[in-house]
């Protein structure tokens, strides 16, 4: 259905809230179990992604004509799972909540366990076939799904709830388990899931965050996502270079999330199996000229000029990464672009740490991630937040909020619906196209 926000805020969260003590008790804590539950998949799920992407690069390096047939076969794969099994998993799995949350009547499945078994299963054949997705976005819609799912459950022992809230919170929570970032989880939720209306919602959102945040810190521990760069306090040209890379990274990141939001025209009237098959076979040639560079999520890279392990990405790299990015995106396998972004940002800061010879070049790259992140999704504040907690670097915020700020303000004119919004809001036309053929509750197309 067309996304109609006008009116789905027009209860007060207290409606929902159960007179008994007892079902008071169930009411919350079934959710915050749920959390719980997120947490830990969250973690599990990025250990088994980080095992494939090796697995990948590994057979690419030692077996590179027979990665030529395997990288193809396993695009295939992940495209088939989702198109038989759950068309609602396919790609970043962030506009299907979006969707879930703003239209009247969204289908049931966008938000199913059904959806998030496929989502994750489609994303780690993705991941063994050296796809450039993260799983980010995934961890999104997994987590909204379990909470969604506390909903149904709670429902059929006669407890309201509200169904947005526990979307939204299990949403943020995806985000928070995923990066290891409890503020961002919470400045997502704010930015990107319920930007129309937050009051009413932030405790809920807040403590399913928290809960989620803290089990996955238990499993994998106290970690910083892209570890700790070594940097000083930051100079004057720091912010003259924030300013201007924010205002050109911003506007290259715009035109990426343009070229995300539409399929290339390579792609036009294929199959889908051709489509994934060209996909993978494409990738898999970039990846061989780039010795395995270009494979996966781009963690492995960015953290690599972060932690000075590198002391500079190849000029090439992030235009080969936005090419198999764009490319493994409209595969139609379940992936996220969050991961991939912010290392074709940090690439971004390698290639213009010449400009500013004084400024570290790690600091260039956490100001470059930040800008180009904010000109794909267009949420500055998540942006400079997920920086800011993935690498503990918070006497850098002022410089990434000026250059998050700067990167807004092009990329808006370049794209003024942001691009989780503009997918969400095509999948709910598509759907009201098709709907006499839908199964409202269930499906909808691929």
């Known amino acids: 259905m067309p996304l109609d926000a006008a009116d789905i805020w027009n209860k007060p969260v207290e409606a929902y809230l159960p007179k008994s003590p007892w079902r008071s008790l169930a009411h919350k804590v079934v959710p915050w179990l749920a959390a719980v539950a997120a947490g830990a998949i969250a973690v599990y799920f990025a250990q088994w992604m980080f095992k494939a992407e090796g697995w990948a690069v590994s057979f690419l390096r030692g077996y590179v004509w027979w990665a030529g047939v395997a990288m193809p076969l396993f695009f295939v794969l992940a495209a088939y799972l989702v198109r038989r099994a759950a068309p609602e998993a396919a790609g970043s799995g962030i506009p299907q909540v979006i969707w879930a949350l703003n239209a009247r009547s969204a289908p049931r499945a966008l938000t199913s366990i059904r959806t998030a078994g496929v989502k994750i299963a489609s994303a780690l054949l993705g991941a063994l076939g050296g796809a450039s997705i993260g799983r980010e976005g995934p961890t999104v819609q997994v987590s909204a799904a379990l909470l969604s799912a506390t909903q149904r459950l709670l429902a059929k022992f006669k407890m309201r709830t509200d169904p947005r809230a526990l979307i939204t919170a299990g949403g943020a929570a995806g985000v928070a388990a995923a990066f290891n970032t409890p503020l961002a989880g919470i400045t997502f939720a704010l930015e990107e899931l319920a930007s129309l209306r937050f009051t009413g919602l932030r405790q809920d959102v807040i403590l399913t965050v928290v809960l989620a945040g803290l089990t996955a810190q238990s499993l994998a521990g106290n970690y910083a996502y892209f570890g700790h760069p070594l940097l000083s306090a930051p100079q004057a040209e720091l912010y003259v270079y924030a300013l201007l890379v924010g205002l050109v990274f911003g506007a290259v990141g715009a035109l990426f999330a343009k070229a995300l939001d539409r399929a290339p025209a390579l792609f036009s009237d294929r199959k889908w199996w051709a489509k994934a098959l060209l996909a993978g076979l494409l990738c898999w040639a970039v990846s061989a000229l780039s010795d395995g560079l270009t494979l996966g999520s781009g963690y492995a890279a960015a953290k690599g000029l972060l932690d000075g392990q590198v002391s500079s990405l190849p000029y090439w790299y992030s235009p080969a990464k936005m090419l198999t990015t764009v490319l493994s995106f409209h595969?139609?396998?379940?992936?996220?672009?969050?991961?991939?972004?912010?290392?074709?940002?940090?690439?971004?800061?390698?290639?213009?740490?010449?400009?500013?010879?004084?400024?570290?070049?790690?600091?260039?790259?956490?100001?470059?991630?930040?800008?180009?992140?904010?000109?794909?999704?267009?949420?500055?504040?998540?942006?400079?937040?997920?920086?800011?907690?993935?690498?503990?670097?918070?006497?850098?915020?002022?410089?990434?909020?000026?250059?998050?700020?700067?990167?807004?303000?092009?990329?808006?004119?370049?794209?003024p619906v942001s691009l989780y919004h503009s997918i969400a809001q095509r999948m709910a036309a598509q759907a009201e196209s098709h709907a006499p053929a839908l199964d409202r509750g269930e499906h909808a197309p691929a």
Do not use: K, N, Y
């Open 331 to 415: 595969s139609g396998m379940a992936g996220g672009i969050f991961a991939p972004s912010l290392s074709i940002g940090t690439g971004l800061g390698s290639l213009s740490a010449g400009w500013f010879p004084g400024i570290p070049v790690a600091a260039c790259g956490l100001v470059a991630m930040a800008a180009f992140f904010t000109g794909v999704v267009q949420a500055p504040l998540t942006a400079v937040v997920i920086v800011m907690e993935m690498t503990d670097q918070h006497a850098m915020i002022l410089p990434l909020f000026l250059t998050a700020l700067a990167a807004q303000a092009v990329a808006h004119r370049i794209m």
